[in-house]
Structure formats: structure tokens, C-alpha cells
């Protein structure tokens, strides 16, 4: 008996407007991906290989032309309106920039407490469990009172991590979540999303463009290259012995710490074209 994804996605096909002057441009075709309960799946690509687009169709942030996302076993595809904001206790995201995701005018608790007050949770409940959510991404309890300006993009990003997990959902969609933070912070926010995904068993469709990255944390891996998945499996496989031409240019402009190693590396990438189809 096989159990049921937590999410899924049919051949979905995403096409962006289109004008007298300008047709659409298509930037997802047919792409399928699943994840599981308590799974972790990387979708990794470059700027404008549709990864992004995937997230955001997954949200409801972008129309879908065709094909299917179901959640739970139910069709989310077209989900507006009501529909939609009862999925955000399942559904939540994590975005590339913390302090662009964050409210300036807002405290941390207030930013914290806001998705439960909303939901009908009392004030109370809030603060008790907006408590409970900084102590377990490693915040100090005096955060509350304070503003997103005052904190490092490691913190800010803890902080939107707490944001994401308040309500407790079963999916958090992580959009390069550690992308815009340097070697060492990216290290720590890696481990805490592995420690809270083992405490809470969330699952994560963590989007990156680095293979380095969703080789700690990703228990499966897709590849995407200009709106296809083009490579999918076991995620130290594809992370290190890829078969596709397009995921070896991946690996190899993944930097490494040993010069002789970089180097090599990168006539390695040199000698790799880019494909020319998929």
C-alpha cells in the first residue's frame, strides 16, 4: 500500500500574460513534482528556470493554465478568496529576503501573533504560543518587543522561519531562503530548518540554486531548466553524481573550499555547454 502524497503536482503549465503587442510567455511546461509528509524536495535551477514560478503557483500567487496541485488529495488548483486563506494554516512560505518579508512598523511579537489573532486564536493563546516559536528557532524572549531593523538577516530570517511555523502548517514552500545570507549563517538556518522539520515533521519544497545547499537538507532533488524538470531523484545523487548536462553545470559552479578543487571545478564548467533543448 503506498501512502498518498502530501502534495502533488500534474503537468502543470503556467503561461505569463500576453498583449496585442506581446504573446505570452510560457514558463512551466507540464511540470510534475510530489512531496511527502515529512519530506524535504529541492527544486534547484537558475534565475528563470521556472522554480520560483512553481512556489508561487503552489501559493495561489500565480494563475495556472493548465494541469493539477492537489494538497492533501484535494484540488487547490484554482483555490481563491475563502478557500485560499484556510489553506495558510497548511501552507506557508518562507521568502528569499527576511527584511523585505518583514512589517518595519511592526514588533516581532505583533509580527508573530497577527496569522493566529486572525485565525480567531485569543491574545492570550498567541503570545503563549508566539513564546514557544522563538525559543525553538533560538531567539531570545526579549524579541518581542523589538523591530526588524534591529536584527542581523540571520536573525530577520529566524524570525520569518517563526513566522512560517506559528500556525503549525504541513507544508512550507522555502523560496532560496538562504541565498542572501553569507557562508556561515547559511549554515546555521540550514540546521535549524533540519532540527525543526525533525521535531514538527513539516514538509519543505525548498527552492535554491545550489546544489551545495539542498545536499544537507533535501531528501529528494529536481532539476530545472527553462520551465522542465529535467533530472529528479535521491538527493545525493543528483547533488553529486548527476546524469543530465545541465545539473553537471550546476554542480560544478558550486563553490568549494580547496583552490586546487575550485579550479578544477571550474574548467570542468567551462568544458560543459550549456544544452541547447531539454
Known amino acids: 500500500m503506498t501512502t498518498q502524497p502530501l502534495l502533488t503536482v500534474e503537468d502543470l503549465v503556467i503561461d505569463y500574460g500576453h498583449s496585442r503587442k506581446k504573446s505570452s510567455f510560457r514558463a512551466l511546461h507540464g511540470v510534475s513534482v510530489d512531496v511527502a509528509a515529512g519530506e524535504c524536495v529541492g527544486l ?78 485569543s491574545k492570550r493563546e498567541a503570545a503563549k504560543a508566539v513564546a514557544e516559536m522563538i525559543d525553538r528557532v533560538r531567539l531570545p524572549g526579549n524579541v518581542v518587543g523589538r523591530y526588524p531593523s534591529e536584527f542581523s538577516g540571520g536573525q530577520r530570517q529566524r524570525i520569518a522561519i517563526a513566522r512560517a511555523l506559528v500556525r503549525r502548517p504541513r507544508l512550507i514552500v522555502c523560496d532560496e531562503p538562504v541565498s542572501a545570507l553569507d557562508l556561515t549563517t547559511q549554515s546555521a538556518i540550514i540546521d535549524l530548518f533540519i532540527e ?83
Do not use: N
Not at 494554516?89 to 493566529?116: C, K, N, R, W
Open 44 to 121: 534547484v535551477g537558475e534565475s528563470g528556470s521556472g522554480k520560483s514560478t512553481l512556489g508561487k503557483a503552489i501559493l495561489g500567487l500565480v494563475p495556472v493554465t493548465s494541469g493539477r496541485i492537489l494538497f492533501g488529495g484535494q484540488d487547490i488548483t484554482h483555490a481563491r478568496g475563502a478557500a485560499r486563506r484556510r489553506l495558510a494554516s497548511s501552507i506557508q512560505v518562507v521568502f528569499q529576503d527576511p527584511y523585505g518579508s518583514l512589517d518595519p512598523t511592526m514588533t516581532v511579537g505583533d509580527i508573530l501573533a497577527e496569522p493566529l489573532v486572525a485565525s480567531g486564536t
Open 196 to 278: 525543526l522539520q525533525r521535531d514538527t515533521g513539516v514538509s519543505y519544497l525548498f527552492v535554491s540554486h545550489d546544489l551545495g545547499v539542498v545536499r544537507r537538507i533535501c531528501h529528494r532533488v529536481a532539476v530545472m531548466y527553462r520551465g522542465e524538470i529535467v533530472e529528479a531523484g535521491a538527493g545525493e545523487t543528483i547533488t553529486r553524481e548527476p546524469a543530465h548536462p545541465y545539473s553537471r553545470r550546476l554542480l560544478m559552479a558550486s563553490p568549494v573550499a580547496d583552490p586546487v578543487e575550485q579550479a578544477a571545478r571550474r574548467q570542468a564548467w567551462l568544458g560543459l555547454r550549456e544544452p541547447t533543448a531539454v
